[in-house]
């Protein structure tokens, strides 16, 4: 018999092969069974009209020869649903489990956790990362979803998850996390938000970046200079020069930049929140004005197996505090960012080196080009241009 790691792997083979083909369908194991998950018409009983995400209980076997029959299924299943033919009387019985609403909230949400838990991990970092992800992004926000429930147990779980949402501030971080853990909830269990939900999440990271006044390069460096501790000056050098997160610095890889490397180019390892990505320096002298080529790392705890990202992340915002540093870590990356847009770097290529999305990154950083930088930009473009206007 496959071992449960063995056949999630085989799990997440058989979903990229489905996903390839475009089927629309996905497998999911849940406990010893196999079910199909994905965009279906509503069931004979249910009040929703139109297709939405549901889980098709085949109850087939987690085994390699279940894999095998449900992958066999999908494919008719998707033929049907192309056709037009798919019926839920094929695949309900009168002796189905019951629905999902009478299933407590509570346990429906340790279903979710352990559906996310599920997921193939390549080691103990990853599960780290995982587990601490659950903690600060999913659990304070179901854990208030579940106690609102309990006070209102005739309310459907749609507009609980909506009540739930507009009881954070408007235009708050947390308001904005709540709703990508709803969301993520939600379609677990197969259910149909409001269209403009989105709407509800405000707009957090603009309001944010018009509040904030980065250092500027001049006192980056100057505050660089006044860390009388080499090791905790070699991280702030670090954060500097290529923007990373705090707990990114103890997860890079260094020996392209320590050999020599006339680009400077140091790698961030998949055990990072935003997995593997290669970052450059900006700006690449501050690499030599930091030693970032001889330096080394403070000798805290990275294991993941008893420490998190987190508790690494605030070593470094202690040590900053510690030595009267007047900006925070996440300022260096801050700045960091919008000095690749003086640069004219495409923001594609600043996003990836982020490790976010072009779209956070266009509405987080744009914004902070001040008036001084857009005047900079003007005289640039003016001196490109014709030296005399026409007469």
Same mark, same amino acid.
């Given at each position: ?11 997440? #083979? ?9 089927? @629309? ?11 199909? !998950? =994905? ?26 020869? =279940? ?17 037009? !033919?798919?019926?839920? #009387? ?26 996310? =838990? ?9 599960? /780290?990362? !995982? ?17 609102? @429930? ?12 909506? /009540? ?33 939900? +989105?709407?509800? /999440?405000?707009? $957090? ?28 000056? $070699?991280? $702030?050098?670090? %954060? /500097? ?36 990505? +290669? ?19 403070? *000798? ?29 870590? $996440? +300022? ?6 919008? !000095? ?5 770097? *495409? ?5 990836? %080196?982020? =490790? ?29 241009? *014709? ?5």
């Amino acid at each position: 018999m496959a071992s449960p790691a063995a056949l999630d792997g085989a799990i997440a #083979a058989l979903n990229t092969r489905l996903k390839a083909a475009r089927l @629309g369908l996905q497998v999911e194991r849940r406990g010893d069974r196999l079910s199909l !998950r =994905g965009t279906l018409p509503p069931r004979p009983d249910s009040a929703k009209t139109r297709p939405h995400q549901q889980r098709i209980p085949l109850k087939l076997p987690a085994t390699p020869a =279940g894999l095998k029959q449900i992958e066999r299924e999908a494919k008719v299943i998707a033929a049907q649903l192309i056709e037009r !033919r798919f019926s839920w #009387a094929n695949y309900l019985s009168p002796a189905e489990e019951s629905p999902p609403e009478t299933v407590p909230l509570a346990d429906r949400v340790a279903q979710f956790e352990a559906h996310l =838990g599920a997921r193939p991990a390549v080691d103990v970092a990853a599960l /780290a990362s !995982r587990k601490t992800t659950w903690d600060k992004a999913y659990a304070p926000y179901l854990k208030k979803l579940v106690a609102h @429930g309990e006070q209102h147990p005739q309310q459907p779980l749609e507009a609980a998850l909506v /009540a739930v949402l507009e009881e954070f501030s408007p235009h708050s971080r947390s308001r904005q996390v709540a709703l990508t853990a709803f969301k993520a909830f939600a379609d677990f269990q197969g259910l149909a938000l409001p269209e403009d939900v +989105d709407k509800l /999440a405000g707009t $957090y990271g603009n309001s944010k970046a018009n509040r904030r006044h980065l250092p500027s390069d001049e006192v980056i460096v100057e505050w660089c200079d006044r860390i009388p501790n080499p090791a905790w000056r $070699y991280v $702030y050098g670090v %954060m /500097a020069t290529y923007g990373l997160r705090n707990h990114e610095v103890f997860f890079c890889d260094y020996q392209a930049l320590r050999q020599g490397d006339p680009e400077g180019r140091i790698t961030v390892l998949e055990t990072t929140k935003t997995g593997l990505h +290669d970052v450059w320096p900006f700006y690449p002298e501050w690499i030599e004005r930091f030693d970032l080529r001889q330096g080394s790392l403070p *000798p805290i705890s990275t294991d993941l197996a008893y420490t998190t990202l987190q508790r690494i992340g605030q070593q470094v915002a202690i040590q900053f505090k510690r030595y009267g540093v007047p900006f925070s870590p $996440y +300022d260096l990356r801050h700045a960091w960012a919008v !000095r690749t847009i003086h640069f004219g770097l *495409p923001d594609t290529v600043a996003a990836r %080196m982020m =490790g976010h999305s072009v779209a956070i990154h266009n509405r987080t950083y744009h914004r902070w080009i001040t008036h001084r930088d857009q005047r900079a930009a003007v005289q640039t473009a003016l001196q490109r241009g *014709p030296r005399q206007p026409p007469l």
